[in-house]
T-cell receptor
Framework: KNEVEQSPQNLTAQEGEFITINCSYSVGISALHWLQQHPGGGIVSLFMLSSGKKKHGRLIATINIQEKHSSLHITASHPRDSAVYICACNTDKLIFGTGTRLQVFP | DTAVSQTPKYLVTQMGNDKSIKCEQNLGHDTMYWYKQDSKKFLKIMFSYNNKELIINETVPNRFSPKSPDKAHLNLHINSLELGDSAVYFC?????????????FGPGTRLTVL
């Protein structure tokens, strides 16, 4: 069992739908990252959070330290949001989840 | 300006060869990393350097040797390449070794060993 689990593994949505991707972890962390990997392979850091909630445009990330759980939400999803979303936990290094492949259709 | 750059982008080579991948960051960061992404797209850390000093060395075969000539560069040299080394290798950097720093990733190097 991975120390960082994501669900779902794959997600398809229609344009405009509200998306939620979940991340659960079993290790002690100092912070949690959400990353986006584009179809071309490039990786971009979306959020780094250690408590509460952060918002950037249509993206919202939340974390519950007690429950060891984080969620990434995308409001009004768009085909350009199609990517793999990866949760990563900061211990003394980054431990990655297996990723969630999101496809948004027009 | 590219923040974290890697060369080459693609590398195709025969088993048994020795190859290097270069990484440079122009962000003034103190810490650099090498990650391997396997065929199932799972990312795993290999090495981390802080100010040219090795701080993380995961269970990686000693055929892999990182070298940091200065804090802006972290190169990865691989000896006696094997089929299982085929993967995408990502370099990244962060401002410090403080736990919780945002990491900035390079574009990746796709290594194919034939």
């Amino acid at each position: 069992k991975n120390e960082v689990e994501q669900s779902p593994q794959n997600l398809t949505a229609q344009e405009g739908e509200f998306i939620t991707i979940n991340c659960s972890y079993s290790v002690g962390i100092s912070a949690l990252h959400w990353l986006q990997q584009h179809p071309g392979g490039g990786i971009v850091s979306l959020f780094m959070l250690s408590s509460g909630k952060k918002k950037h445009g249509r993206l919202i990330a939340t974390i519950n330290i007690q429950e060891k759980h984080s969620s990434l939400h995308i409001t009004a999803s768009h085909p350009r949001d199609s990517a793999v979303y990866i949760c990563a936990c900061n211990t003394d290094k980054l431990i990655f989840g297996t990723g969630t492949r999101l496809q948004v259709f027009p | 300006d590219t923040a974290v750059s890697q060369t080459p982008k693609y590398l195709v080579t025969q088993m048994g060869n020795d190859k290097s991948i270069k990484c440079e960051q122009n962000l003034g960061h103190d810490t650099m990393y090498w990650y391997k992404q396997d065929s199932k797209k799972f990312l795993k850390i290999m090495f981390s350097y802080n100010n040219k000093e090795l701080i993380i060395n995961e269970t990686v075969p000693n055929r892999f040797s990182p070298k940091s000539p200065d804090k802006a560069h972290l190169n990865l040299h691989i000896n006696s390449l094997e089929l299982g080394d085929s993967a995408v290798y990502f370099c990244a950097s962060s401002p410090g070794a403080i736990r919780g720093d945002t990491q900035y990733f390079g574009p990746g190097t796709r290594l194919t060993v034939l």
